[in-house]
């Protein structure tokens, strides 16, 4: 008899990332043996309290609370040495061991300090159309990557110094041509260089291989998505996207895992809609309503500190997203935030010049939502841990959503509070 093989389950944010992934992940980590990152870096921001501290991760998989899980940040994410490891730092400083514990694909790729400075320089020639990135290198990292010309992390192992040289020349260049030369990385090329030696602490290690492996052992994992499907590089609303594979496609790619060997991917969305940096949100309210939604739901950035954009809950986007993640369960999260409004609004479809859709169109600017009123239910809901004891009109919002979506909401969320996560 064979042993039953293990799943990949993936933890995705649908819309455009901040949809509280590390509570959710945190809270579903003990069902798992391995938590692992697939797609993006640093400019992640997973908020997590634990034991009454809180912590922001960035690129550490939020499974590394947990002593006995194996943490692994794949071959489809990009790592910054500096900022990585004054984030093992800080967790190391508030007691935990992470050496054996975290493990890093010599595939994934780095940010150098020069990445960092094209990034600002390539958003301050965009002008008025500006990505509004995080600053963290992203783009121009995994431009490099597609160009066959980044780092990555195993190539710390050999001849390091004459690589890096290498590429850092080859952005020095480009920032000339750019005209963008009013920089200076002496300090941060300083740290990163030490982040570099700290690295090596880790198993740099081919984490497809250990990943397979465990799933042949019976082994379940979690894939940890950071973003969402929005900010997707293919599906999102391009060019103002992130640029990684943030939907269930990009768990196989960045984890080297095959479509066969995923089990259920969980999409994770709020009761309304955020969006930080730039690009279009057909649902963004700009009145006081927006403004109020930001005050109780504290949308502020994680890793920036920006104020987030807020709107309604936006059901063209997310069909969208259920459809190209095979989305099998919904979660919602922070329900609580619209506990005083008298009415709610979801938006059922896109209008523009007298043309309506309800398939999520392919250039998102321009368009205008057309409401539909849902009647708010005006109770608090942060106390409340289970579901019987919802309020009709907050039953009936739900109800609705999966109507509409035609996918369970298998989790809700009623506040920040590890037990506020209630399972239906
Ligand atoms: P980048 O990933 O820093 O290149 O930023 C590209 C776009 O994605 C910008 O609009 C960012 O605000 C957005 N973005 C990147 N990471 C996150 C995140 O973790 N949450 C929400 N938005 C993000």
Request: proline share 4%; aromatic share 10%; glycine share 10%.
């Given at each position: 008899?064979t042993m039953?093989?293990?799943?990949?389950?993936?933890?995705?944010?649908?819309?455009?990332?901040?949809?509280?992934?590390?509570k959710?992940v945190d809270?579903?980590t003990?069902?798992?043996?391995?938590?692992?990152?697939f797609?993006g870096?640093?400019?992640?921001?997973h908020?997590?309290?634990f034991?009454?501290?809180?912590?922001?991760?960035r690129?550490?998989?939020?499974?590394?609370?947990d002593?006995?899980?194996?943490?692994?940040?794949g071959?489809g994410?990009v790592?910054?040495?500096?900022?990585?490891m004054a984030?093992?730092q800080e967790?190391?400083?508030?007691?935990?061991t992470l050496t054996n514990?975290l493990?890093?694909?010599?595939?994934?790729?780095l940010i150098?300090?020069?990445?960092?400075?094209?990034?600002?320089?390539y958003e301050a020639?965009?002008?008025?159309n500006?990505?509004?990135?995080?600053g963290?290198g992203i783009?121009?990292?995994?431009s490099d990557k597609?160009?066959?010309?980044g780092l990555r992390?195993g190539?710390?192992?050999?001849?390091?110094?004459?690589?890096?040289?290498?590429?850092?020349a080859?952005?020095?260049?480009?920032l000339?041509?750019?005209?963008?030369?009013?920089y200076?990385i002496?300090?941060?090329?300083?740290k990163?260089?030490?982040?570099?030696e700290y690295m090596?602490k880790?198993?740099?290690?081919?984490?497809?291989?250990e990943?397979n492996?465990?799933?042949?052992q019976g082994?379940?994992?979690?894939?940890?998505?950071a973003?969402?499907?929005?900010?997707d590089?293919?599906?999102?609303t391009y060019?103002?996207?992130?640029?990684?594979?943030t939907?269930a496609?990009?768990?196989?790619t960045g984890?080297?895992v095959?479509?066969?060997?995923i089990?259920?991917?969980f999409g994770?969305?709020?009761?309304?809609?955020?969006?930080?940096g730039g690009?279009?949100?057909?649902?963004?309210l700009?009145?006081e309503?927006?403004?109020?939604?930001?005050?109780?739901g504290?949308?502020?950035?994680?890793?920036?500190g920006?104020n987030r954009r807020?709107?309604?809950?936006?059901?063209?986007?997310?069909?969208y997203?259920?459809m190209?993640n095979?989305?099998?369960?919904l979660?919602m999260?922070?329900?609580?935030?619209?506990?005083?409004f008298?009415?709610?609004k979801?938006?059922?479809?896109?209008t523009k010049?007298?043309v309506?859709v309800?398939d999520?169109?392919?250039?998102t600017?321009g368009w205008?939502?057309?409401?539909?009123?849902?009647p708010g239910w005006?109770?608090?809901?942060?106390?409340l841990?289970?579901e019987?004891d919802?309020p009709?009109?907050?039953?009936?919002y739900i109800?609705?959503i999966?109507r509409?979506?035609?996918t369970p909401?298998s989790?809700v969320?009623?506040?920040?509070?590890?037990?506020?996560?209630?399972i239906?």
């Amino acid at each position: 008899m064979t042993m039953k093989q293990g799943k990949v389950d993936a933890l995705l944010g649908i819309v455009f990332g901040d949809e509280g992934k590390g509570k959710v992940v945190d809270y579903f980590t003990p069902r798992y043996d391995v938590v692992a990152r697939f797609a993006g870096g640093p400019n992640a921001g997973h908020t997590i309290i634990f034991e009454g501290k809180k912590f922001v991760l960035r690129s550490i998989p939020s499974g590394i609370f947990d002593e006995g899980k194996v943490n692994i940040i794949g071959n489809g994410c990009v790592i910054a040495p500096d900022l990585f490891m004054a984030e093992a730092q800080e967790l190391e400083t508030a007691g935990y061991t992470l050496t054996n514990r975290l493990h890093i694909s010599r595939r994934a790729h780095l940010i150098l300090p020069t990445h960092r400075v094209l990034d600002r320089a390539y958003e301050a020639a965009k002008g008025k159309n500006k990505v509004g990135t995080t600053g963290k290198g992203i783009g121009p990292t995994y431009s490099d990557k597609a160009a066959r010309v980044g780092l990555r992390v195993g190539d710390i192992l050999e001849n390091f110094e004459e690589k890096y040289q290498t590429l850092k020349a080859r952005h020095e260049q480009i920032l000339r041509d750019l005209h963008f030369t009013d920089y200076d990385i002496a300090d941060e090329e300083k740290k990163w260089l030490e982040g570099i030696e700290y690295m090596k602490k880790f198993p740099l290690t081919d984490t497809e291989f250990e990943i397979n492996r465990a799933l042949e052992q019976g082994k379940n994992v979690l894939a940890e998505g950071a973003q969402g499907s929005l900010l997707d590089i293919d599906h999102g609303t391009y060019p103002y996207v992130s640029s990684s594979s943030t939907t269930a496609g990009g768990v196989c790619t960045g984890l080297g895992v095959a479509p066969n060997r995923i089990g259920r991917i969980f999409g994770i969305f709020k009761a309304y809609s955020t969006r930080v940096g730039g690009g279009p949100f057909v649902v963004e309210l700009f009145d006081e309503t927006g403004d109020t939604i930001r005050h109780i739901g504290n949308e502020y950035g994680a890793v920036t500190g920006r104020n987030r954009r807020c709107g309604w809950l936006d059901l063209v986007a997310l069909k969208y997203a259920i459809m190209i993640n095979g989305v099998t369960d919904l979660v919602m999260m922070k329900s609580d935030v619209l506990d005083d409004f008298e009415t709610i609004k979801v938006c059922t479809a896109y209008t523009k010049d007298g043309v309506t859709v309800t398939d999520m169109p392919y250039d998102t600017e321009g368009w205008q939502p057309v409401w539909e009123d849902v009647p708010g239910w005006h109770t608090p809901l942060s106390e409340l841990r289970n579901e019987k004891d919802f309020p009709k009109k907050f039953a009936d919002y739900i109800a609705y959503i999966e109507r509409a979506t035609g996918t369970p909401i298998s989790i809700v969320s009623v506040s920040p509070d590890r037990e506020a996560t209630i399972i239906r």
